[in-house]
């Protein structure tokens, strides 16, 4: 039983602060660990250095004086005394302290400025030995403090302790000897010492990838049990003579690609699929391939593409690549002429259509296929679960295989999507050149202004990046618009500015699309519309203003637009943020070209979230493990996992199971 936060008897003001932190009841509040410890350590005057942090009790012996500085900066002194000595306190930005009595006992934490000068960082009412050792820090918010933090959690914990369960079945708590769940929450809230912290951080990070396996599998066996269908008739060789077609010979891994999205075809199992790899490995051509064998089986495929740009030209290279077949390829968007949409939608419920190519606008009700069999997706982070439902609903037990251009190391791709089956493609196409990247730290075109112009000299292109359409209050990154009527002033007479962004219209766009690709314009400044699928050869160097702003794959997709052909590409990455956690980000871009490396950075720094997007939405949040770096506990609840699952029948195992299928209900009910 989960105890309410009133039952803890916690204070309602305090309540309505912790329900703003979305915390409601005991189990919230206690999940809700510190993101650092403090240790404080009791040193003897003789002993003070120079900058070192002191802690020490003593009596105030004058009142405290204020000095204004510009804006609202305040400056505090005043004296104290103890056994030691008289000290002179200097507190910054305080001036509320003058409530202070003399004669009263303070606690000051500072750092020693020698000469029995100290520069207070925090001082309080109570006794020194009531906080020395180690303090947690919890991240706060809307005004509480962190004596605020530790005195909810302990009428929390002292409150709600009995009636603290064990998740973890016993076998494993004896395995590991993990603590109880009561243990470990009291030792990461309230510890002695380090190892009271690291025991506790050790039992909670088990239990959490132990549910995050266990919700994955149960997602498995959910679509496993519904999912059996006929498997889809067609031969090998015939798919794979198509291949040897193909203008050049396949790579190991997309041999290995298409080998397993065939056998999948195949089975009756419905498949499941992603398939990984950096940006142009050549995942289209495998799926391609699929796509054929599919309609060798008597039935339909789709590739679904998240922008009418990428749409059309998979489109158009679907028809290069398949050109010795007599199939019929169509594309759909919604821009498209009304009259060629009917005709479509016609031939396509006459099964006159084997593979159709389109935008969001598949999804739609009026799109009817005669025999849908298999649906492929490019980007899996732009599609929600939702969307990719419907369109399979358009079938029957229609096979699924997702391409991701994000990819992550192999290990951590079977953690993260253990409920889909994997395909990684890791060799490249061999030739090809890695685009040239420099960090630039200052957020304007003057610093690039002689190399653009020795660019456009030689009669090459260049994209412009921005992260914002327009000037907006609350946003301050350089816009299309401004950036846009600047260089149109700047290189008058010299260069043609192109404007692209997605509030234009399909027709707008498409004309632009043409010039630049027609060399009518040189300079195309745009939002990240160009991230997939412009195939601009001759446009050969990139700015991207705000770098800071763009996640890392994202960046590493976007520059990828300027390796088109056999000229060395250029990139530039301007960027104004002081800040070294974001240049250190961005100089991984500067170094490596691996989208592996890349994405592997961007997971470590800003966790699965942002990076896979929706389509881990629902399943737990890892608040202590991480995903880089927790590999062996990984591997081992892994393992317990199938065990569990194993041995469902056993009392703690049940209860186990309930209570995350119970958490992950949202989760599960969307992903059938
Ligand atoms: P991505 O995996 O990023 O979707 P694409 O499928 O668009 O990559 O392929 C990128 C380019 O590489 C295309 O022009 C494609 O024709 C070409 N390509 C694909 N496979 C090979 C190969 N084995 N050898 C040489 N070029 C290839
Ligand atoms: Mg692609």
Known sequence: MVLSLKACKIPPKKIEILNQMSLYD???????????????????????????????????????????????????????????????????????????????????????????????????????????????????????????????????????????????????RERYRLLDKKDAYEKIHFPENATDVSLAIRTLKYEEFLKFHLAIQLIRKQNEKVEHKQGKNFNFDDVFVLANHLPFPLTKDQVKAVNDVLEDLQSDHVMYRLIQGDVGCGKTVVAALGMVACSYSKKQAALLAPTEILAKQHYLSLKDLLRSTDLKIEVLYSALPTIKKKEILENLKEGKIDILVGTHSLIQADVVFKDLGFVVADEQHRFGVEQRRKLLDKGDKVDFLLMSATPIPRTLAN????????????????????VKTVLIEENSFRSVLSDVKEILQEGRQIYVVCSAIEESENFSARNVVDIYENLQKQFKGIATVGILHGKMSSDEKEQVMQDFKKNKIQILVSTTVIEVGINVV??????????????????????????????????YLLTDSKEQESLERLNVLVKSNNGFEISFEDLRLRGPGDILGTRQSGLPAFLLGNLVEDTKIIETTRKDVQEILDESTNIENERLIKKVLLINENALSTMD
């Open 415 to 434: 953690t993260l999507y253990g409920d889909m089956d994997v395909t990684t493609i890791e060799t490249m196409p061999s030739g090809r050149k890695e």
């Open 538 to 571: 001759n446009a050969t160097c990139m700015i991207i203003y705000d770098a800071h702003r763009f996640g890392l794959s994202q960046l590493h997709q976007l520059r990828g637009r300027v390796q088109r052909g056999s000229h060395q590409g250029i990139c």
């Open 26 to 172: 005991a189990e919230d509040l206690l999940s809700y660990y510190p993101f650092r410890y403090e240790q404080l350590e009791l040193k003897e005057y003789d002993h003070w250095q120079i900058k070192d942090k002191v802690v020490f009790e003593a009596r105030v012996i004058t009142y405290p004086k204020s000095i204004r500085f510009k804006g609202s900066r305040t400056m505090t002194k005043f004296q104290v005394e103890n056994e030691d000595d008289v000290f002179d306190i200097t507190l910054f930005n305080r001036p509320w302290i003058n409530k202070m009595e003399l004669g009263q006992v303070i606690t000051i934490i500072g750092k020693y400025e020698g000469n029995r000068k100290v520069t207070a960082i925090q001082y309080n009412f109570r006794p020194l030995n009531e906080q020395l050792g180690i303090q947690p820090v919890y991240p706060l918010k809307y005004g509480l403090t962190q004596k605020n933090m530790q005195d909810v959690l302990r009428r929390c914990f002292d409150n709600s302790k009995a009636t603290i369960e064990n998740d973890v079945p016993s076998k494993y």
